[in-house]
């Protein structure tokens, strides 16, 4: 069975203050590991994409990057408003076919304090 | 905003009752999932549909059911609702083929069910 793990729970930080968020998986087969933000009482918010080992993409002061067992996102000196919950989640390759099924983590509560 | 609609925001029914949730995917999207999020389940994978047809299942419980119709909106029906079923219940939709990789998926607002 699929399973991602997040840590920490929570991260409190001050504006400025750089850091990094772990996810930690267990996948048959990976076709892909996402990073999504999602706000309060709203919708899930698609961030990145990685693929492969050694990926890394960047968006603003967000960094992805992936190894074989696990995905740190970077936070470089964060604003108030990147306080948010941070998710993880992956999706397996099923028997030879991909299916689009997300397994996700429990989240990241980010709170930047200014 | 994600191009992902879904109505309506919020619900509010009793023990026992049936509702249904509608989800509109954004344009041209042909994969439609649907997920719950409650606060110690996290967000979980109920079922997926591609251009109508079923494609995945989740832990979804008999009393759910779901289907996609031809203008390819989807709608998530839910019977005999239990205290526990109360829970955020998102869809989200993405743009691949079934023959191709399914890439990031698109979540909408959610629709917030209370059952009382």
């Known amino acids: 069975e699929d399973q991602v793990t997040q840590s920490p729970e929570a991260l409190r930080l001050q504006e400025g203050e750089s850091s990094s968020l772990n996810c930690s998986y267990t996948v048959s087969g990976l076709r892909g590991l996402f990073w999504y933000r999602q706000d309060p009482g709203k919708g899930p918010e698609f961030l990145f994409t990685l693929y492969s080992a050694g990926e890394e993409k960047e968006k603003e002061r967000l960094k992805a990057t992936l190894t074989k067992k696990e995905s740190f996102l970077h936070i470089t000196a964060p604003k108030p408003e990147d306080s948010a919950t941070y998710l993880c989640a992956v999706q397996a390759y099923a028997g030879g076919t991909s299916y689009g099924k997300l397994t996700f983590g429990q989240g990241t509560i980010l709170t930047v304090h200014p | 905003d994600s191009g992902v609609t879904q109505t309506p925001k919020h619900l509010i029914t009793a023990t026992g009752q049936r509702v249904t949730l509608r989800c509109s995917p954004r344009?041209?999207?042909?994969?439609v999932y649907w997920y719950q999020q409650s606060l110690d389940q996290g967000l979980q994978f109920l079922i997926q549909?591609?251009?109508?047809?079923?494609?995945a299942k989740g832990n979804i419980l008999e009393r759910f059911s779901a289907q996609q119709f031809p203008d390819l909106h989807s709608e998530l029906n839910l019977s005999s609702l239990e205290l526990g079923d109360s829970a955020l219940y998102f869809c989200a939709s993405s743009p691949r083929s079934i023959t191709g990789p399914y890439n990031e998926q698109f979540f909408g607002p959610g629709t917030r069910l209370t059952v009382l």
């Open positions: 549909y591609y251009n109508g047809e079923e494609r």
């Open positions: 344009s041209g999207d042909l994969s």
